[in-house]
Every structure is written in structure tokens, then in C-alpha cells.
């Protein structure tokens, strides 16, 4: 049973930062492909970013510069630090994972098989 739990949203200004944590097994951490998404019902969910096995980060050219995804395998969490939040940054950002043994990247994202409880963070203006 794969288990994700997120934690670290909120409510920040314009221009602020939240770093997004999910805490997993460690196996998990040292074995799957992991990443973050958001999703603001009832559109799409949107991906933010991917990390792979050996520590390779992706993200949609849209998130380069402001997310920086990583992973602290002797903490058994991933993270995601959010700089310069904007309004439209406003979602539910869920982590998600799965086994690929043959590598993933951001595109991964949206089939990974297992996601965590969500965690909401709004942005004022």
C-alpha cells in the first residue's frame, strides 16, 4: 500500500513562498518516480513537477523558474518549494507517484497511480 501524506499549504500574499511537503515510505522515496500536481475544480489537473529515481527534476516549461521540486531520502519526503506565489497559483497541489522502472519525467505525472490527500494553498492579491 503506497501512502502519501501532504502537508505545508496555506493561505500567503502575493509574491510570498510555501514549501509543499509529502511524507512517504522509504522505499517509496528510493524506488518511485514522484511528483506534484494542481488541480482547481472542475478543471484539469495541471502537473508542477517530476523527480525521478536518481534525483532528476522536470518541470512544464510553464513552472521552470518559480518551482523547484526535490527529495530528502533520509527524511522519507518530497518537497516543493513555491516562490513568488501568484493568485493563479490558487489550487489543491497534490504529490503523486508510481513505479516506472524505466524513468519518468514531467509528462509522467498525470498516470502516476497513487496521489496523496491534497493539500490547498490560496494566493491573495
Known amino acids: 500500500q503506497v501512502q502519501l501524506v501532504e502537508s505545508g499549504g496555506g493561505s500567503v500574499q502575493a509574491g510570498g513562498s510555501l514549501r509543499l511537503s509529502c511524507k512517504a515510505s522509504e522505499y517509496t522515496v528510493n524506488n518511485y518516480c514522484m511528483g506534484w500536481y494542481r488541480q482547481v475544480p472542475p478543471k484539469a489537473q495541471e502537473t508542477v513537477a517530476a523527480?525521478?529515481?536518481?534525483?532528476?527534476?522536470t518541470y512544464p516549461d510553464s513552472m521552470k523558474g518559480r518551482f523547484t521540486i526535490s527529495k530528502d531520502k533520509g527524511a522519507n519526503t518530497l518537497y516543493l518549494l513555491m516562490n513568488n506565489l501568484q493568485p493563479e497559483d490558487t489550487a489543491i497541489y497534490y504529490c503523486?507517484?508510481?513505479?516506472?522502472?524505466?524513468?519518468?519525467?514531467?509528462?509522467?505525472?498525470?498516470?502516476?497511480?497513487?496521489r496523496g490527500q491534497g493539500t490547498q494553498v490560496s494566493v491573495s492579491s
Open positions: 523527480i525521478d529515481t536518481d534525483g532528476t527534476p
Open positions: 503523486a507517484t508510481d513505479y516506472r522502472p524505466g524513468g519518468c519525467d514531467w509528462h509522467s505525472v498525470e498516470n502516476f497511480a497513487y
